[in-house]
């Protein structure tokens, strides 16, 4: 159980999980029977080598040592001076505009990403990860067998999340990341060379990269616009997995996914249409349910696939969200 406990805060504060998600209940009464608790859980957050690498902000840190050393004080333990050196250490820090979110992968490795500290900012959703991301990097981890040895085109990919989670965990022959916002695109950029990756150069007016003969996954990052992307350009991507998170949530963005998705489909006519697989928080059924009429309209079938068996990042799994199976309909 302290195990377990201790490994749910890793967990959560590397990620950057809001602090009222938390156990502290299940703190309080753990404290009451093991005095070296909060040094392991110092251990495995703030003094932990991620964090001290590539830190969550300075002002979540100091929020998160605050509750630590507020549980600690309720005990009648002798003081803790690891944890309030930490918290002295912080508070002579200033803070800024982009903090570190890691996430831990089943492998022992992990995917950390650079975000904003603000969920809209320059004016774009994008430089935060999203529910649906984690949820459907969770699903590929689960799936990997399906990406190895595939090339794939992930639609919205913001700062890279599901994509780099795919590329740690399968062995993907190429993996397209896309996005049209310009400053996303830095920031994705950013990630997946922070992660390890060397990027490919892309011809963004064919969407083509070249792809040097070298071991492991080629990837690429693609300007790609919705609305003005031909289906030339999607044919000669060539992808055979076609993936997106947390894409739907604006009528109009929606009806131009679902001419991305024609375009896509239309453009295989010749051979064998691509695997789609598209992950939303549902949080207005309204514009959801337009969606899948659109893609009724556009003669893409849909069905909701099973959910994945384990939960492998902290995210509201209370939240409603949904990952549809996308496919041509017979005649069409």
């Keep these: 159980m302290e195990q377990e406990l201790c490994a749910s805060f890793q967990c959560s504060f590397l990620a950057g999980r809001r602090l009222s998600y938390f156990p502290w209940t299940d703190l309080e009464q753990n404290l009451k029977n093991s005095s070296d608790m909060l040094l392991n859980i110092l251990k495995m957050t703030i003094l932990h080598p991620l964090c001290r690498e590539y830190p969550p902000s300075v002002k979540y840190r100091r929020l998160f040592l605050s509750e630590l050393i507020k549980k600690h004080e309720s005990t009648s333990s002798e003081p803790l001076d690891e944890l309030y050196e930490a918290f002295a250490d912080v508070l002579k820090m200033e803070d800024s505009t982009l903090c570190h979110k890691s996430y831990l992968l089943p492998s022992g490795n992990s995917v950390t990403l ?23 990097a969770e699903w590929a981890i689960e799936n990997s067998p399906l990406f190895t040895e595939r090339t794939i085109l992930e639609l919205g990919s913001g700062i890279g999340l599901t994509g780099l989670a795919i590329c740690k965990t399968s062995t993907p022959k190429k993996y397209i990341f896309s996005d049209c916002h ?14 390890g990756f060397l990027l490919e150069a892309v011809d963004q007016a064919t969407g083509q990269a070249e792809y040097p003969a070298r071991p492991g996954t080629a990837i690429a990052v693609l300007d790609l616009d919705w609305n003005s992307v031909s289906e030339e350009q999607l044919s000669q991507i060539a992808a055979d997995i076609v993936i997106a998170a947390d894409v739907v949530y604006d009528p109009q963005l929606a009806l131009s ?19 789609m697989f598209i992950a939303s928080t549902v949080r207005n059924l309204e514009t959801y349910h337009q969606f899948q009429t659109e893609l009724n309209k556009a003669g893409i079938s849909w069905e909701v696939i099973p959910g994945h068996m384990k939960t492998l990042f902290p995210y509201d799994v209370d939240s409603s969200i949904e990952i549809l199976k996308l496919f041509r309909k017979w005649g069409s």
Excluded: C, F, M
Excluded at 182 to 195: A, G, S, T, Y
């Design 257 to 275: 996914l679902v001419r991305v998705l024609q375009s896509i489909l239309n453009s295989r006519k010749g051979g064998i249409a691509p695997k």
């Design 182 to 195: 310009e400053l996303v695109l830095q920031q994705l950029r950013k990630n997946i060379h922070l992660n």
């Design 114 to 136: 650079s975000e904003s500290v603000a969920i809209i900012s320059e004016g774009t959703t994008g430089l935060v990860t999203w529910d649906a991301a984690l949820y459907l």
